[in-house]
Nanobody
């Protein structure tokens, strides 16, 4: 089992910046990748950014150049630095951890979610 605790988020105006943090505890050695998802009202949860244990990253097209995901493997933490925020970035942001075993089984763990609100 992996437990994820999130912090950060809040309300900013367009163009502002925020930083999200997520710390993992428990079976952290099983984590292969961590990432951030968001869910806007009335919409499906979508991937924002993801980073593997080796440091490879991928981003949603809508956030490329504005958001940066980073990971501290020693601290079992992942961060999302968000700049140039837009109203369409508003939503609940969830930390995610992907873990698996040698048999190919995979588990997804989720943080509690944190609200990000960007006003125009």
């Amino acid at each position: 089992q992996v437990q994820l605790g999130q912090s950060g988020g809040g309300s900013v105006q367009t163009g502002g910046s925020l930083r999200l943090s997520c710390a993992a505890a428990g079976a952290t050695l099983s984590i292969n990748a961590m990432g951030w998802y968001r869910q806007a009202p009335g919409k499906q949860r979508e991937l924002v950014a993801r980073i593997t244990s080796g440091g490879s990253t991928n981003y949603a097209d809508s956030v490329k150049g504005r958001f940066t995901i980073s990971r501290d493997n020693a601290q079992n933490a992942v961060y999302l630095q968000m700049i140039s925020l837009k109203p369409e970035d508003t939503g609940v942001y969830y930390c995610n951890a992907e873990s698996g075993d040698a048999g190919g089984r995979r588990w997804d763990y989720w943080g509690q979610g944190t609200q990000v609100t960007v006003s125009s």
